[in-house]
């Protein structure tokens, strides 16, 4: 669709010098969007949240699939309708 239309697409690119991880993910938001603008425009029902692994970092040991900061994400769609409440931990006195 996106060379149909002579549009480029996004790229993911580093958010530092050396950042191997390339946090500054916009073609991954990009097809977000895009899959919440397809649903949308055929009468599909709208995701409220998607949620993605991120391995980002080094292993912690020798084969290992988890990485130092691996983590979670959650892209909510709609705040108002998705979210209920969250919490804050407290500080560690």
Known sequence: MMKA???QLPKNEGGHPGDA???KRKLDCAVINFVHTYREEN???PFDTVRCPF????PLFP???IAE???LQWCV???KKSV???FRPREQN
Do not use: M, N
Not at 55 to 58: H, I, L, N, T, V
């Open 5 to 7: 239309s002579g549009t």
């Open 21 to 23: 991880d390339l946090v």
């Open 43 to 45: 009468q599909e029902a």
């Open 55 to 58: 391995f980002e970092g080094s």
């Open 63 to 65: 084969g290992a699939r």
């Open 69 to 71: 900061r691996t983590h």
């Open 77 to 79: 769609h709609d705040p």
């Open 84 to 86: 209920i409440g969250y």
